[in-house]
């Protein structure tokens, strides 16, 4: 089965830097996503890795190491609108089927 | 696009009667997922098609649990009977083809189902 791990909470101040860590134990393993959800809304794509290494898009950023089973979601310049939950989640086999994490719910504050 | 559509948003019904949540995919895309998420279990897949086929519905819960797509275009998650314990958001979401930055998966706003 898959098993994946991430904190439950966590809180920055407006204008740091946050890393959000997810590890996970798959077979089969294909790729990495990473998705962002506010409160009574859809979760919506923030990020993909299916190699290792950093992602960059903007101020966010994602990594991932296959071989140590971790990724982990880096937000710079917090500003409060990414107060939200933020999902991880992995494709595994041939399909594109996703399995989430629990998700991490990020608290900014002034 | 609209995006992933989902009727209705918010549903609250008595135990025992049937449930039906609708969903339209974006257009041209070939996988469409349905999830449910709770508090306690987070965000679940329930069921997914491929090209209007169930390819994998070892989520759904029960056999009060049945889920339909006729066409490209439409989908429907049906519960008969409900219970309270189904009360929960249920979301709609579909993409493109499999492998790569193309799995991205769109979700639909979710339809909030309460069952008293």
């Known amino acids: 089965g898959q098993n994946i791990d991430q904190p439950t909470e966590m809180t920055a101040t407006e204008g740091a830097i946050v890393q959000i860590n997810c590890t996970y134990q798959?077979?089969?393993?294909?790729?990495l996503f990473w998705y962002q959800q506010h409160a009574g809304e859809a979760p919506t794509f923030l990020s993909y890795?299916?190699?290792?290494g950093l992602e960059e898009k903007g101020r966010f950023s994602s990594f991932l190491s296959r071989s140590k089973g971790y990724s982990y979601l880096l937000l710079k310049e917090l500003q409060m609108k990414d107060s939200a939950s933020y999902l991880c989640?992995?494709?595994?086999?041939?399909?594109?089927?996703?399995?989430f994490g629990t998700g991490t719910q990020l608290k900014v504050e002034l | 696009d609209a995006g992933v559509i989902q009727s209705p948003r918010h549903e609250v019904t008595e135990m025992g009667q049937e449930v039906t949540l609708r969903c339209k995919p974006i257009?041209?895309?070939?996988?469409l997922f349905w999830y449910r998420q709770t508090m306690m279990r987070g965000l679940e897949l329930l069921i997914y098609?491929?090209?209007?086929?169930?390819?994998?519905d070892s989520g759904m819960p029960e056999d009060r649990f049945s889920a339909k797509m006729p066409n490209a275009s439409f989908s429907t998650l049906k519960i008969q009977p409900s219970e309270p314990r189904d009360s929960a958001v249920y979301f709609c979401?579909?993409?493109?083809?499999?492998?790569?930055?193309?799995?991205?998966?769109?979700f639909g706003p979710g339809t909030r189902l309460t069952v008293l």
């Open positions: 798959t077979s089969g393993f294909n790729g």
């Open positions: 979401a579909s993409s493109f083809v499999a492998g790569g930055p193309g799995d991205t998966q769109y």
């Open positions: 890795n299916v190699l290792d």
């Open positions: 989640a992995v494709t595994t086999g041939g399909g594109n089927k996703l399995t």
């Open positions: 257009s041209g895309h070939d996988y």
């Open positions: 098609f491929n090209n209007n086929v169930p390819i994998d």
